[in-house]
């Protein structure tokens, strides 16, 4: 008896599991676009200049350290 108890819960917890495993894709699908998307315009944003001149300072010792 236990069989068929098992049996009868068996398709719908299948179908769940499936479903689960669709929903789970689409929301990881989703996400990965909206990071996607999100990076893209970081991509294209000016550096700021405070960033750019410590940038160019730590270069600037760079080139110092190599000629020692």
């Given at each position: 008896m236990a069989d068929d108890?098992?049996?009868q819960?068996?398709?719908g917890k299948e179908?769940?599991?499936a479903r689960s495993r669709v929903e789970q894709?689409?929301?990881r699908e989703a996400l990965g676009m909206g990071l996607r998307r999100a990076?893209?315009?970081?991509?294209h944003e000016p550096i700021p200049e405070e960033f750019s001149a410590l940038l160019s300072k730590l270069s600037e010792k760079d080139d110092g350290a190599d000629k020692d």
């Open positions: 108890t098992e049996r819960a068996g398709p179908m769940k599991d894709n689409a929301r990076y893209q315009k970081v991509l």
